[in-house]
């Protein structure tokens, strides 16, 4: 069986982890979350970056952050995974769910203004796919509304943006604040884990505060305070240096990795190519402002009969292919607290787009093996 993803290991991933071992401190905040830390602020020019134990936990310090009421409303895409929503309801806000656009599974930025009330109190783009948002339109309405924008970034790791101004910034860097997932299934990964990147200065001290359960403990390490006490809110979302060693083994090397998924993502986009012009499926589409990060390879099919049909047949070949989300606003938990607009560009991909395998040690072979076999379903 082709599995649907296979995390890549570098190599130095067991040697760094018996360094950090060895070095006495294994808790959070240790010799390799520095390096980390270090190596995406002056990789991707964040004013900060925190290591967390997970994304949903970078997400729920967001809300945190940007001090989520309950009534706030929160406007966010409903093609994404719970966690961009759960975050926010945790602090009591209602989900205001936006349209897909029509080309592409991202949330449509011109959608947004028409949601917007004098409850909003942020945006949320997922960019998905590691497919930028149009993020000019997006912070050109935070700047009108004051509110605020917490990007999504989970797949969204060397993705850039280029706005009308020609420049080219990587995804995270262009909201108040970002959100980076590295669970196995990404590009860049250490098994569980994540990254807030704050970009507004007014929240970095508050951010080291959340982290450290509400207290001031980075300042007392730091010889700021004398001792350190409970503060604020909070929670414990430092990852053990264990996990931030493996993570930057894995960073060492990603002009490599990205360079061979993307390898693997033309090679799809070649071989199935003839499929699309014939009408059988679609292929992904990047708009003008977006950067390819090769995170995923996904097709759209006809309709959900046929999207079923196709994965039974490439696992009867030995090929894991799988769907993606389920619309939020149709979910059993927020279904009936969802304000009843019909979302059916959101419903089109839940129901047809089916991902396939992507990974580092997929071979030439196995792509043009599974997509003969996609070729001969239709055939």
């Known amino acids: 069986m082709i599995p649907f993803n296979k995390p890549y290991l570098t190599g130095k991933?067991?040697?760094?982890?018996?360094?950090?071992?060895?070095?006495?401190?294994?808790?959070?905040?240790?010799?390799?979350?520095?390096?980390?830390?270090?190596?995406?602020?002056?990789?991707?020019?964040?004013?900060?970056?925190?290591?967390?134990?997970?994304?949903?936990?970078?997400?729920?310090?967001?809300?945190?952050?940007?001090?989520?009421?309950?009534?706030?409303?929160?406007?966010?895409?409903?093609?994404?995974?719970?966690?961009?929503?759960?975050?926010?309801?945790?602090?009591g806000a209602k989900i205001v769910f936006a349209e897909s656009r029509a080309d592409h599974p991202g949330m449509d930025e011109n959608s947004i203004e028409a949601l917007i009330t004098s409850k909003t109190k942020a945006i949320v783009p997922v960019h998905y796919a590691g497919v930028a948002c149009d993020m000019d339109i997006i912070m050109d309405l935070a700047a009108k509304h004051n509110l605020f924008v917490v990007e999504d970034a989970a797949q969204a790791i060397d993705a850039y943006f280029?706005?009308?101004?020609?420049?080219?910034?990587?995804?995270?860097?262009?909201?108040?604040?970002?959100?980076?997932?590295?669970?196995?299934?990404?590009?860049?990964?250490?098994?569980?884990?994540?990254?807030?990147?704050?970009n507004d200065e007014r929240f970095i001290n508050r951010a080291e505060i959340i982290r450290e359960k509400g207290t001031n403990r980075s300042a007392f390490f730091r010889g700021e305070v004398d001792k350190y006490n409970w503060v604020d809110l909070g929670s414990s979302f430092l990852p053990s240096d264990i996990i931030a060693a493996f993570l930057f083994a894995q960073l060492e090397n990603l002009s490599e990795i990205q360079s061979r998924r993307k390898e693997v993502w033309n090679r799809y986009n070649l071989n199935l190519k003839p499929l699309e012009e014939k009408g059988k499926l679609k292929l992904p589409t990047l708009p003008s402002f977006a950067s390819n990060n090769a995170h995923m390879f996904y097709i759209l099919l006809p309709d959900l009969d046929t999207r079923t049909g196709l994965i039974s047949h490439l696992k009867d070949k030995?090929?894991?292919?799988?769907?993606?989300?389920?619309?939020?606003?149709?979910?059993?938990?927020?279904?009936?607290?969802?304000?009843?607009?019909?979302?059916?560009?959101?419903?089109?991909?839940?129901?047809?787009?089916?991902?396939?395998?992507?990974?580092?040690?997929?071979?030439?072979?196995?792509?043009d093996m599974i997509s003969n076999e996609i070729s001969s379903f239709f055939n």
């Not at 991707?44 to 967390?52: A, C, I, S």
Request: with cysteine; net charge negative.
């Open 162 to 198: 280029t706005g009308k101004d020609g420049v080219k910034k990587p995804l995270g860097s262009i909201g108040h604040l970002a959100a980076f997932s590295f669970h196995e299934t990404k590009n860049i990964m250490s098994g569980e884990g994540g990254l807030l990147a704050i």
């Open 318 to 367: 030995g090929v894991l292919s799988v769907f993606h989300y389920l619309s939020l606003h149709k979910s059993a938990f927020y279904e009936e607290k969802h304000d009843g607009r019909a979302l059916l560009k959101s419903d089109y991909y839940t129901d047809t787009l089916l991902r396939l395998p992507l990974f580092f040690e997929l071979s030439n072979e196995q792509v």
């Open 13 to 91: 991933e067991g040697h760094y982890i018996y360094q950090a071992v060895l070095s006495g401190k294994i808790s959070g905040d240790g010799v390799f979350t520095k390096k980390c830390h270090q190596w995406f602020e002056e990789t991707y020019g964040f004013k900060k970056v925190l290591l967390t134990t997970s994304c949903t936990d970078a997400l729920e310090m967001a809300a945190l952050l940007i001090d989520i009421q309950p009534g706030d409303e929160v406007i966010m895409p409903s093609y994404t995974f719970v966690s961009t929503s759960n975050a926010f309801v945790l602090r």
